[in-house]
Each structure stands twice: as structure tokens, then as C-alpha cells.
């Protein structure tokens, strides 16, 4: 099994910056694929961006060119760097991580909340 334990969230005015990180009880090279979704007050959770353990990134077009994900495998951590934050980046921030024993299993970290306000 996994655990998933997300930080680096808070209060930041637009156009701001935030890194979240996302620290794994396993090797993350063991992992197929980590991500980050969010979900604000009254929507659906949705995807944000996703690294494989071989590097292969893809963004939702709503941050893309804004948002940042990446690794350190000996630290057994995957980062989200946020820059140029909109208010309707607000939303509880969660990992994600999709591992192969026998069959595909998923985890989930606690969250963190991101605030994006003046």
C-alpha cells in the first residue's frame, strides 16, 4: 500500500505563487503514474497535471503553461509548482498515485487547501 501526504498550500493574491509537494511511503519509481487533482466547493474533482516514472507529463489546458509537476525520486516526492495564480485556481489540492500489483490500484493523499485571493 501507499501513503500519500500533500503540503505547501495556503493563502496567495493573484499572480502569486505556490509549491505544493507530495511526499510517498514507497519509492516513487515503483509508481506508474503520480498526479495532482483538485476539487472546489460545489464541482467535480478534476485533473491537473500527471508525471509517469519515466517523466512523461500532460496538463490541463487551464494551467497549462502556468503550472509546473515534477520529481525527486530519492526523496520520494512530486511537486506542483504554481505560478500566475487565478482566483479560480482555489480548490482543495489532492495526490494521486496509480500502481500495478496484479491489477491497477490507485491512492489518495489528505489534500491541501490553496486559497487565491486579494
Known amino acids: 500500500q501507499v501513503q500519500l501526504v500533500e503540503s505547501g498550500g495556503g493563502l496567495v493574491q493573484p499572480g502569486g505563487s505556490l509549491r505544493l509537494s507530495c511526499a510517498a511511503s514507497?519509492?516513487?519509481?515503483?509508481?506508474?503514474?503520480m498526479g495532482w487533482y483538485r476539487q472546489a466547493p460545489g464541482k467535480q474533482r478534476e485533473l491537473v497535471a500527471t508525471?509517469?516514472?519515466?517523466?512523461?507529463?500532460t496538463y490541463a489546458d487551464s494551467v497549462k503553461g502556468r503550472f509546473t509537476i515534477s520529481r525527486d525520486n530519492a526523496k520520494n516526492t512530486v511537486f506542483l509548482q504554481m505560478n500566475s495564480l487565478k482566483p479560480e485556481d482555489t480548490a482543495d489540492y489532492y495526490c494521486?498515485?496509480?500502481?500495478?500489483?496484479?491489477?491497477?490500484?490507485?491512492?489518495w493523499g489528505q489534500g491541501t487547501q490553496v486559497t487565491v485571493s486579494s
Open positions: 514507497v519509492r516513487i519509481t515503483s509508481i506508474y503514474v
Open positions: 508525471i509517469t516514472s519515466v517523466g512523461t507529463t
Open positions: 494521486k498515485a496509480e500502481r500495478f500489483i496484479t491489477t491497477w490500484l490507485n491512492y
